[in-house]
């Protein structure tokens, strides 16, 4: 495993590459560790998960196109160590593809997951929900997250607006958050790390309450706007990404989020449930 | 098959529940059959789809709580008949329980999905999004549908901005349709029949473009924010539906959505992913 602080680039993997390395291990089946790095609260960070199913399918011989859609079921804690994936082809049609995939650990399902993907075309074009003005990154300070949260040491975040509360009991109206982030140390935006970035959010109830209280993603879905040549001309820039929640209520809330890069294109628009406690 | 129209409530089958009838045919395992009164261009709507699968759920034996979201992928097009549904726990927690689902014809995958069921619990609540103010349904006009759209039948629908465009080429600057509805005949709302209302959107590039042309849902996700106290006192009262989409290219659009009952809760929110060509 890679050491962020050390990592040089071009003789060591860097520790995103590291913690969603998968080992053929038979028809459909990859076998994967947990990344100390990415180390979360109760198991791995939750995008490293969704970014480790989606890797299965990138490098399944039987893959057709790019992803455009992913959703992924947080059954249970991923425990430290070794865990199977299987990534099963449900059906393959002319330009798109269905995918089944699963985590397990001991015989038993850790996460879900289904990921549509799809042969792009040129169509007609539009983007609605336009990038909102905010400083650059270069212009925007750098946000320490609490030492304790392993995986963010793994992004580099400038908050915006919507900053982890700091003042116990502070009630914030309004859910959302914007920051710029990309990996730490950089690296080139891929689907994988595009699909991590769509976590990125610490719990909206957290900014609404003013405090921290038990809370974890119970099911993620992602839209892929981009294809291979906007992830390419991302580069390794930072991506501005936004978080709203629609409504909060009977232990669960949603989230909706969206990510824009270079020249204010619409990545991704990702969505999730959250389970919280208080 | 109940035929909307002359359905008296008391002596038949509503046609929603008639459409989305299984019968059990082994473990984890159901046969259905399409209903023509849902019939959409190719295959059955989808919200039918949807709701069908939540219903193998619903009635499932070990089934735990209620549901609190559900992804369903359209890998291809339901054939006109029979279909087989596969609903399996694949994990069950304390309060939480992750159903993995497909439906197939003749061994082929049709679709597949992903259902996160829940025992729910007062906690802090808020609701961020806001019902809009609009004319409450009986003052607003009753809507037609083009009458080769057949599933539309069954649903009464009040547009309030965002009409079906009549005049071809008339583009819109925005893809925001809102509008009041119900099941036609009218029918308490349940989880399924909230399921299948997710869907009732025309596709949002047809807004846009000011012309219709080949589209359709390729992944569909529901977050349920009702509980079944709240579809109670729903009843069978219209419900807001609002529909957007955040950016168009490449072959695909995405579309979030809100759903909101009596009182301004928040039923539902909902986003999919749809395919066009144009």
Same mark, same amino acid.
């Given at each position: 495993m890679g050491d962020p602080s050390t990592?040089? %680039?071009?003789?060591a993997l860097h520790p995103f590459d590291d913690a969603i390395t998968l080992t053929p291990s038979g028809d459909n089946t990859y076998t994967g560790e947990t990344s100390p790095a990415y180390q979360?609260? &109760? %198991? @791995?960070?939750g995008g490293i998960t969704a970014a480790t199913l989606l890797q299965a399918v990138q490098q399944h011989p039987e893959r057709l196109g790019v992803p455009v859609s992913l959703t992924v079921n947080y059954a249970g804690p991923v425990a430290d160590g070794k865990f199977t994936v299987t990534a099963r082809p449900a059906r393959t049609n002319r330009s798109t593809q269905h995918w089944s995939l699963e985590l397990t650990q001991d015989d038993t399902v850790v996460t879900t997951a289904t990921a549509v993907y799809a042969v792009r075309r040129e169509t007609w074009a539009a983007t609605e929900t336009v990038m909102p003005e905010f400083p650059a990154p270069e212009d925007a300070a750098l946000t320490p997250m609490p030492d304790? &949260?392993?995986?963010?040491?793994?992004y580099e975040m400038r908050f915006l607006?919507?900053?982890? @509360?700091? &003042?116990?009991?502070?009630?914030? @109206?309004d859910s959302t958050t914007t920051l710029w982030v990309r990996d730490s140390p950089a690296r080139e935006l891929d689907f994988p790390a595009l699909a991590s970035l769509?976590? &990125?959010?610490?719990?909206r109830v957290f900014l609404r309450r003013g405090q921290a209280m038990p809370a974890g993603t119970i099911t993620l879905t992602i839209y892929f706007h981009a294809d291979a040549a906007a992830l390419e001309a991302q580069g390794d820039r930072p991506v501005l990404a936004r978080a709203r929640s629609n409504r909060f209520g009977h232990g669960y809330f949603d989230q909706s989020a969206q990510l824009w890069g270079r020249? %204010?294109?619409?990545l991704a628009t990702t969505h999730q449930l959250v389970y919280f406690k208080g």
């Open positions: 990592w040089d %680039g071009a003789d979360n609260m &109760v %198991g @791995p960070y304790f &949260v392993q995986w963010a040491k793994n607006e919507g900053l982890l @509360p700091t &003042v116990e009991g502070a009630e914030s @109206p769509c976590d &990125v959010f610490y719990p020249d %204010g294109a619409l």
